[in-house]
């Protein structure tokens, strides 16, 4: 084994990582309703918990300049302590008011234990500001009163005599020092909501066992993979106009052309090898692409000079005239329902039939049935089959997805092979299984899968 088998390029780890990280953020869009519903409900919840919890509090207070004086001296001289050390004994007061004498006074002296809290706050050199708060507007003025009435004679026994100049007063609250506000709840509500829909997503991320890549086929359902089909999209300017890219469109040749040439060379070599003609197409759930992807795996045929016939098998939701722009008509249930004979179906389908290639015949649905299986069985399906194999190189059956219906595995006996469509991220991994284990059942060979909508 060489250092190249043995050891894996960092480049492709990096690239392996970072493909990882957008898919992950391929799932947050797709999510966005359970977003909405999480940031929602917790802000809701943040809301109502803060607005049930909310108390308003009110706060009286008053400021004052404090000078603390010593002794008159010899000379019945009054000195005062400079700013330093006024700044300093200042810085000691919040700690009075942590003495229970303050309290023990301040509770005497109204009468009622103090139920409002009490704090000191230095706000320059020598001014202090003392506030009282409480639930009750009237007490916490009457408490803040009582405080300063008892603060200086408790402070007098901690740093000596305390002048005390009132500069500012609040009086008595009128309104809440916690306005009833809940922005910052809301908020943080919002912010649990996001997170929560992270790790939902990262979840929903780790146990999506989807079909990611082209690998994906071969290492978890173990068919081969034909080749990948890029995504592509076309906005519908009217009722009348297609959604679908065809190969006939000049805008579609660059997106689809490569990718389905080289599907149709593998799709040819395995006929050939086989000697098979008829080949069923079919998906493990709606929505995957196949008819899309049978109509443009016709028309490259033709384009190689093939004599194609498509028949749309899909007698429950057929598409094929949307996708080649015809309008409503009969077809194949009205055919196997008797209500048209066999050569008048396939003159009808000629006539309706309106493209540049003369060796390719598509044959439409017709109306919807609740269920076709019974119709896709008779013989009149085996005389329609038996009628194209005879006329062209190769037949191609458009018909249900086989993880949903018995269709497929009824139109099965008719076929040569099958082949199935899957989209990319979209059905999951066992529900791929088992359409393809329905399809054995019938004793089809399974060419192999193309992984549908590929970004690019």
């Known amino acids: 084994m060489n250092t190249q088998e043995k050891e894996r390029p960092e480049s492709v780890d990096t690239l392996d990582q970072l493909v990882v990280v957008v ?8 999510l966005w309703v359970w977003f909405f519903v999480l940031i929602t409900l917790c802000s809701a919840i943040f809301y109502y918990r803060a607005s049930t919890s909310y108390h308003p509090v009110y706060t009286a207070q008053t400021t004052f300049s404090v000078n603390i004086k010593k002794e008159q001296t010899s000379t019945n001289v009054q000195a005062f302590y400079d700013d330093a050390t006024a700044k300093q004994m200042v810085e000691t007061f919040p700690y009075i008011l942590t003495s229970s004498l303050l309290h023990r006074m301040v509770a005497a002296d109204m009468g009622t234990p103090v139920t409002g809290t009490i704090n000191a706050n230095l706000e320059a050199a020598n001014f202090l500001t003392l506030s009282v708060t409480d639930k009750d507007p009237q007490k916490a003025y009457y408490t803040l009163q009582s405080v300063i009435e008892n603060y200086p004679e ?11 100049k009132e500069i500012d007063s609040s009086g008595v609250p009128t309104k809440p020092a916690n306005p009833k506000v809940f922005t910052k709840d809301i908020l943080k509500g919002a912010l649990v909501g996001f997170g929560i829909g992270l790790v939902w997503a990262l979840l929903v991320f780790l146990t999506n066992r989807t079909v990611k890549k082209e690998s994906d086929i071969k290492k978890k359902l173990g068919i081969n993979c034909l080749g990948i089909i890029p995504r592509i999209s076309k906005k519908k300017r009217s009722k009348d106009i297609s959604k679908y890219f065809i190969l006939t469109d000049p805008k579609a040749k660059d997106f689809l052309q490569e990718s389905f040439r080289m599907v149709r060379n593998k799709i040819e ?49 057929p598409t094929g005239r949307l996708i080649f722009d015809m309008p409503q008509g009969t077809g194949l249930s009205e055919y196997l329902k008797g209500e048209l004979e066999l050569m ?43 009628c194209v194999n005879s006329k062209a190189d190769y037949v191609i059956l458009d018909c249900a997805p086989a993880g949903l219906l018995t269709d497929p595995a009824v139109l099965a006996k008719f076929a040569d092979s099958a082949m199935l469509v899957i989209r990319k991220d979209f059905a999951r991994i066992d529900f791929i299984s088992d359409a393809l284990s329905h399809l054995s059942e019938s004793n089809i060979q399974v060419v192999g899968a193309v992984l549908n909508d590929v970004q690019v």
């Open 269 to 317: 070599y395995h006929a050939h090898k086989y000697n098979q003609k008829s080949l069923l197409i079919t998906s493990a759930a709606a929505g995957e692409g196949k008819s899309f992807f049978a109509a443009n795996l016709a028309l490259s045929l033709v384009t190689a000079g093939k004599k194609v016939v498509l028949i749309d098998c899909d007698l429950r939701h």
């Open 154 to 164: 408790v402070s007098e026994l901690i740093v000596g005599k305390v002048q005390m």
């Open 23 to 30: 898919d992950f953020l391929k799932i947050l869009p797709k």
């Open 344 to 386: 008048d179906y396939l003159d009808k389908a000629k006539e309706e039939n309106i493209h540049e290639f003369p060796n390719f015949l598509f044959l439409p649905g017709g109306s919807a049935v609740a269920d076709g299986s019974h119709l896709l069985s008779s013989d009149r399906m085996n005389d329609l089959i038996t």
